[in-house]
Every structure is written in C-alpha cells, then in structure tokens.
C-alpha cells in the first residue's frame, strides 16, 4: 500500500484523467439537457426544429440587415455588396453566394431585402424576375419573409409567437410597433429569405451542429451510462489522491514544497485571478471563429484546471501537516496581537518589582506629561513639562548606563572572563539585585571552571600514568606468551592456558589503547584533519575489511544506498574508527545466521546513515545507558568488549560536527547518525 501511496507515476495518470471525466460529465449533461429542450424533434433528431438552427437562421438575418444599412450610409467597401446594372437599366446591390463568407446569408440562405423608402434591392440571388421569385419564396421547405410589420414563415421556432424567444430578438426587436434600433428602422425594408436544407451540410458550423444534433437524439442513454461510471471514477480518483496526497518515495513525513509555504491567501487569490481569467478568456472566445473558439476554449479549460488542482493539493497538504491554519498571513498577525496582549496582561499582573514599576513609571509619565501639556499657555506650564522632560531624560540615561555595565559584565563572563566584580552600592532596586547575581555568577564560574580543569587534568594524569604503568608489564606478558606459543608444546591442555593469556592479554591491550582514546577524545585532545570525504566508499571499504569476521558468524549485510557519491565533511582517519567500532559491536552482539541493515539516505537538509541488526543477548538498558563509558548491554563482564565502543564512536562523531544516537525496540538494536549539509 505504502508503494501505491507514494507512486508518483499514478498521481499524474489521476491529475490527467480528473479533466477528462469533468469534460465527459459536462458534455453528457448538456446532452441530457438537449434531449429535455428539444425532445420535440423526435427520435430522428431533426435539426431544422430546433432552437439552435433558428438562432443561426436568424443571426444571418440580422447580419444581412446589418450589412445594407452599411451600404445606405456609403460604407460599401467594408461589405460583401457590389452594385450592378441589370437589364431594365436599374441598379441593385448584389453579393456572390458562391464565395460562402463565414458571416452573411450568402453561404447557404438566398435573400432579397428591399429598402421601402428607395426601392434598392440586396441580394445574392442573379435574376431576371425579382418579383416572381419573391412569389415563389412561399413554395420552399424553408422560408422566412418580413413585410408590413408581418412575420410569414414555415419555420416556427421564427414565427410570430415564438420570435421573441429568439436569443438575437434583444439586438433586433422589430415586433413591437415602436420597439426600433437606435440608428436605423426595420421597418423601412422588406424582407424575403428562404433555405435550401442541401446547402446546410456545405456549411461548416451547421453541418456540425446537425451531425450532433441527429447523434444526440439517436443515443439518448448513453450520457446516463457515462455519467453514472464517470463519478465513480471521479470519486474513487478523489478518494485516493486525498489519502495519497503529500506522500512521496523516500520521505517519512508529509512533503511540502515551496508553494505549500507560500502564505495561503496569495495562493488563494493567484488561483481565483487565474480561473477567473480563463473564465473571461471563454466568454470573449464566443465571438471568434469556430476553430480558434475551440482551441481558445481548451486550452482556457486545462490552464483553469491547473489552478484549481495548485489549490486543491497545496490545501490538502497543509491540513495533512496541520499547517493549514498557521499558513494563513492574518494567523501570524493575530498570533503576535494575542502574544503582545498577553504579554501586556503579565506585565499587569506580574508581581515582580521590577516591572510593575516600569508599567506605573511609564503610565505616570504619560499622565504627568498631558496634565502639563493641558497648561501650557500660562508659560509656567510651559517651563514645568521641558523641566519634567529634561529631568525624565537624564533619569532614563542613568539608568541606561547602569544598565550597560550590567551587560558588559554578563558579556565578560560569557566570553570566559571571570575576574569580574561590580559595586551593588552604586545600584537601586532591580539593577542592585541583578548585580549581586552577576558577582555570584562570576564567582561560582571562576571556582567551577578551576574545579573543573583541575578534575579533568587529574584524571588525564592518572589514565596516562595508569595505562603507561600497564602497558610495560602487559608488553612482557604478549611478548613471553608470542615465545611460548613458538615453542612445539604437546600437552593440550598448556595449549589452551597459552591461547587464554593470549586472548585475555591483548584483550588488555586493547582496553588501554581504547581508555587512552577515550581520555584524548573526552578532553578535546585531538587534533582533525577536516575534508570533504565519500562516506559510502568508506562504508563499502570497511565491509570489505569485516568479510571475514561477518562470514564467521554467518552475517549477511544488506545495503540500501543512494547510486550517487554521499559526501559529508569529516576526518576520514577518525570517521574510520567510529565505521570500525560500529562493525565490530555488530560482531559482537549481533545474532548468528541474521541480517544487518546498513541505509544511507540524503536530503536538501541532513544525511542519515543507519545501522541495524538483532541482538542475541536480551537488550535490558536504555540507549542513554548504553552510551555511556564501560557499559554493555549484556551487563556482564565475561564478554569481550571493553565498553568504551560506542562511547568513542559517539565523541568522534560529535567532534566531526556530526550526531549519533541509539534506538533500542525490543531486541532491535540501531544506530543512526546524521550530518547536516553545508
């Protein structure tokens, strides 16, 4: 489950599918919504009967009305128009319906529009006979005429009753008597359309428009279906990018990224600009053409998805980390309010001398200062408040200089410096206390410090002299017990006395050497050569040296590391020894025949190595007592080891910059180390 929750491959795959199943949903309610408006139409899906088709029809209308008023006001360069002869020697304005312009009834609509006042035609119609085919319009499937005010049509979304439906009748309203446009009357023309339903196919936008029409009526179950297993989808994608949400490979704790740090309001409103502006975009894109409308309006889509998804996964990952209300800019201000305010009340109520003093001085200052400032204007008044200020001022400076010789003295003795000493007689009330303090301070610095070097150079003396009075006799003993075993011995038993001095010597041995260390370490007496070093070659390097050892009890070492070199400043002579301490305990203490788990892993922050294996002995001491010189967690002397291990490895590491611990769960024991990059 873990490896599901933290797959980022799977993440991505539900962000892609979440606009697709949105789009799918959207697309089959208004395909239901279609199928309720326009039932009417029947099983078939009859395109001429619906409202869309009507809309268009008359959007055509109107842009024809439009184009002849351009040329009755001597604009005929920027229409489709061109004026000719015919031959009765009249003039007419005609436009060529074989050029099926994007706007204007010539793409599949013929017309012909007169002007009541001129007698000027408009048309796309080439004809000998105007009047006979304005008498023939009647005799079309589809037909629509204007005259005298009077609607005649056959289309009847377009008819009398049903024209004010109509979603252009806001533009042109010429059903009312009195209901005109602004720079023109309708009233002034007549009008005489009609459409061939073979030349809708031709036009791209009709064309499509019927196509999806007739499918729409034909599959009316299918939007239940698709929206049925489309919210199951949705929800079950919801579900799980909520609970999968922040989690990723290699990380323990919820991942926040620089957005999700970002203060909560301008993530907010940078993501409601930016829907909003894909909402603006859509709405201007109506007005373009088809293609481009498309296209405008998809790409609007994903880039207001985007925002929204910014949104919604930086929300969830903040309440994940309870961080969601901390994130909030007016949080920290009224935070801080809370925290001055209370700070306020405690100054109040406090009883310590010092600051209720300060409190009342202040607020009797203010009092004192408006009570002057109200009598000013006898001159007086005036000499009273620059004295009281005056005196106020060199109140407040005295005390400042007291108080920065009490600073300077802490500062002293934070550097090191302990023959320090201030007179408390020149003090008064709170700074008189704080100097008797700092005298203290320094004193019982000055002697601890004394103690405490003398105690850790006498203790330094004795392990020195100790172990050099040891190793004199213990250097005789290896050296006689290196002849005997030289020597061709034959009783078997003198064998094993002979092997036994020699353990249990070198073991001596090696309990001074590592006492002697331990002494060097503890007093800083050591001296680093720090360099940029590749912990995982030293790693590998020191398993190589172990192989014998780990094989002799039967220890496999399974290795998780990164595939990249894992560089950490350190002395690679002492990181060595605290690698060699570690590995050795291991082989101490660990259980025959089990694995030991050796994880190194890095971040932007820290770089974590971990040692774990099984102990064969019952670990019952906590790490803290672990750590600490001359300790076993076998509590038994009769063990190898001197217990001075981890107490070593423990210092070295510290000393490098670094920090070791020990994390003990039943018999699991684990080594962490951890350095923080630079």
């Known amino acids: 489950m873990e490896k599901i929750r933290k797959s980022s491959l799977l993440k991505i795959t539900c962000y892609i599918l979440i606009p697709i199943i949105v789009a799918l949903i959207g697309i089959s309610i208004f395909h239901l919504y279609f199928l309720r408006e326009f039932s009417e139409v029947g099983n078939e899906g009859n395109y001429i009967e619906t409202e869309q088709f009507a809309n268009s029809y008359f959007q055509e ?15 005929l360069n920027i229409t489709s128009f061109y004026k000719i002869d015919d031959d009765n020697g009249e003039w007419y304005y005609y436009t060529n319906k074989n050029k099926k312009y994007y706007n204007g009834m010539s793409t599949y609509i013929d017309f012909i529009i007169i002007n009541k006042k001129s007698g000027t035609r408009y048309t796309n119609i080439k004809s000998q006979n105007y009047d006979k085919d304005i008498k023939n319009i009647k005799n079309q499937n589809l037909y629509w005429i204007f005259e005298d005010k009077k609607i005649d049509t056959n289309i009847e979304k377009l008819n009398h009753k049903n024209i004010k439906y109509n979603t252009q009748y806001s533009y042109l309203n010429f059903i009312e008597e009195d209901d005109y446009n602004k720079d023109f009357a309708l009233d002034d023309y007549k009008i005489y359309t009609y459409c061939n339903e073979s030349e809708i196919d031709q036009f791209a936008s009709l064309g499509i428009n019927k196509q999806i029409c007739q499918f729409m009526m034909k599959y009316k179950t299918i939007p239940i ?62 007005s373009w053409y088809d293609y481009i409308k498309f296209i405008m309006i998809l790409i609007s889509y994903f880039i207001g998805y985007a925002f929204c998804a910014i949104l919604g996964v930086t929300t969830i990952k903040r309440i994940k980390a309870r961080t969601f209300i901390k994130s909030f800019i007016i949080y920290k201000i009224s935070k801080r309010l809370i925290d001055k305010i209370k700070k306020y009340k405690e100054v109040i109520s406090n009883k310590a001398i010092g600051k209720r003093r300060v409190f009342w001085i202040y607020w009797g200052f203010v009092f004192i200062s408006t009570i002057l400032v109200t009598t000013y204007a006898t001159g007086i008044g005036l000499l009273l408040l620059i004295a009281f200020w005056i005196w106020t001022y060199y109140k407040i400076r005295e005390y400042q200089n007291k108080e920065q010789r009490i600073e300077k003295a802490l500062q002293n003795i934070y550097e090191g410096k302990t023959d320090i000493h201030l007179d408390d007689s020149e003090m008064k009330g709170t700074l008189k206390h704080m100097t008797i303090y700092v005298n203290d301070i320094a004193g019982g610095f000055s002697n601890a410090i004394e103690q405490s070097l003398k105690s850790e150079r006498l203790k330094t003396e004795l ?88 094989e002799q009890k039967e220890l496999s070492i399974e290795m998780k590391v990164p595939k990249e070199d894992v560089i950490i400043d350190a002395d690679s002579r002492y990181m060595y020894r605290v690698i060699e301490n570690l590995f050795s305990n291991i082989t101490k203490y660990a259980v025959e025949k089990s694995r030991v788990y050796i994880d190194i892993e890095q971040d932007r922050n820290e770089i974590r190595i971990s040692f774990k294996n099984i102990s064969k002995d019952k670990l019952n001491i906590s790490s803290d007592e672990l750590m600490q010189r001359f300790v ?18 423990q210092s070295l590491t510290s000393l490098q910059k670094g920090k070791l611990d020990i994390i003990i769960d039943g018999d699991l024991f684990k080594v962490q180390m951890i350095w923080e990059h630079n």
């Open 463 to 550: 392990i020195t002299n100790v172990s050099h009075d040891i190793k004199t006799p213990l250097t005789s003993i290896i050296n006689y017990v290196d002849l005997l075993k030289k020597e061709q011995i034959e009783d078997i038993q003198i064998k094993e006395y002979i092997d036994i001095l020699d353990k249990k010597s070198q073991r001596l041995k090696k309990l001074i050497e590592d006492l002697v260390e331990a002494s060097k370490v503890s007093s800083g007496n050591v001296k680093l050569n720090i360099e940029k070093i590749n912990i995982k070659e030293l790693i590998n390097q020191t398993v190589g040296e172990f192989k014998d050892k780990f």
């Open 225 to 286: 279906y698709v929206i049925v297993i489309s919210f199951i989808l949705l929800i079950t994608i919801g579900i799980f990018l909520i609970w999968s949400i922040g989690y990723k490979k290699g990380i323990e704790e919820i991942n926040l990224n620089r957005i999700d740090n970002l203060p909560y309001e301008i993530i907010f409103i940078i993501c409601i600009i930016g829907i909003s502006s894909c909402f603006s975009t859509v709405e201007t894109a109506y």
């Open 632 to 649: 076993r967690g076998d509590k038994s002397r009769y063990t190898e080891g001197s217990g001075l291990g981890l107490s070593i490895a």
């Open 61 to 75: 209308i109107k842009d024809e009305i439009l184009q002849c008023e351009r040329v009755k006001n001597g604009n």
